[in-house]
């Protein structure tokens, strides 16, 4: 079994500002997880993933995560939010034994302030 | 890059019409999934296919059919519609390997009225 938490349902900073998402799983096997931003009308980009390599993992636009067994947690963060950052963010877990199925979290709203 | 185009971005239909949506990727992903998202109720999964002609119910299969007759598309299928299916409708696509990213589309807006 696995499931998500994403513990914030809305994050606001200022534009410059540093971002922290957080996300927390559970999984009964080693997980991939991911990262997802979904723009309002669009569909979802992948930010990032990890699958078992570094613990740290870059994404795009600026974004990174880090992968914390002892936590299991998986919290998004970027150094300096931008006006072009405000969407909802999705924390994914995916057991590598289920074929592809994955669990969803709830989503995240993150408003940048100017 | 890969790219997962659904056939509507807006749709609009009456109460009891058969409504039909599709979904082509492009990337011979053999795991195909369809979604719907409703605010405060988050991403359910509505049905997914990991092979031609195979499917598998989701969380809320109910007054839903899936069609896969290429691997490459992916068809749900509204026996009937009701006013209370109206919402967003998002397809995926994946490699069937445990663990790989699902790839989105941008979504179907459907209004049932």
């Known amino acids: 079994a696995q499931s998500v938490t994403q513990l914030d349902s809305h994050v606001s900073v200022s534009e410059g500002t540093p971002v922290l998402l957080r996300c927390n799983y559970s999984s009964s096997y080693s997980p991939s997880l991911f990262w997802y931003v979904q723009h309002p009308n669009k569909g979802l980009q992948l930010l990032l993933k990890?699958?078992?390599?570094?613990?740290l993992v870059k994404g795009i636009n600026g974004f990174e995560a880090e992968f914390k067994k002892s936590e299991t947690s998986f919290h998004l963060t970027k150094p300096s939010a931008h006006m072009s950052d405000a969407a909802e963010y999705f924390c994914?877990?995916?057991?590598?034994?289920?074929?592809?199925?994955?669990?969803f979290g709830d989503g995240t709203t993150l408003t940048v302030k100017p | 890059d890969v790219k997962v185009t659904q056939s509507s971005r807006y749709l609009v239909k009456r109460t009891g019409e058969k409504v039909f949506l599709e979904c082509v990727q492009d990337?011979?992903?053999?795991?195909m999934f369809w979604y719907r998202q409703d605010p405060g109720l988050g991403l359910r999964l509505i049905y997914f296919s990991y092979d031609v002609k195979m499917k598998e119910k989701g969380d809320i299969p109910e007054g839903y059919s899936v069609s896969r007759e290429k691997k490459e598309r992916f068809s749900l299928i509204l026996e009937s519609a009701s006013t209370n299916q109206t919402s967003m409708y998002l397809c995926?696509?994946?490699?069937?390997?445990?663990?790989?990213?699902?790839?989105f589309g941008d979504g179907t807006r459907l209004s049932i009225l």
């Open positions: 990337m011979d992903h053999e795991n």
């Open positions: 994914v877990v995916s057991d590598n034994t289920n074929a592809g199925k994955s669990t």
């Open positions: 995926a696509s994946s490699f069937l390997q445990g663990g790989q990213p699902q790839h």
């Open positions: 990890y699958t078992s390599a570094a613990t």
